[in-house]
């Protein structure tokens, strides 16, 4: 999956984005968003709508 981002719109809790994703077909228009919660280490990242079946939830690797 490879999405080139057309239009990225903040919100309170993240951004809302219009993209064109392709994968093993032609290109599709999508919208998602990613929202944030948590603090510091334990801060993570939602992905949700677009391509994607449901909900993705993303963790911040240590530095390291």
Do not use: D, H, N
């Amino acid at each position: 999956m490879a999405c080139t981002f057309a239009k990225v719109t903040p919100t309170p809790a993240g951004y809302t984005i219009q993209a064109e994703c392709v994968a093993q077909g032609p290109s599709q228009p999508q919208s998602f968003t990613l929202t944030f919660s948590g603090v510091g280490a334990a801060e993570t990242m939602t992905v949700a709508g677009g391509p994607w079946t449901g909900p993705i939830a993303l963790l911040r690797c240590p530095a390291g």
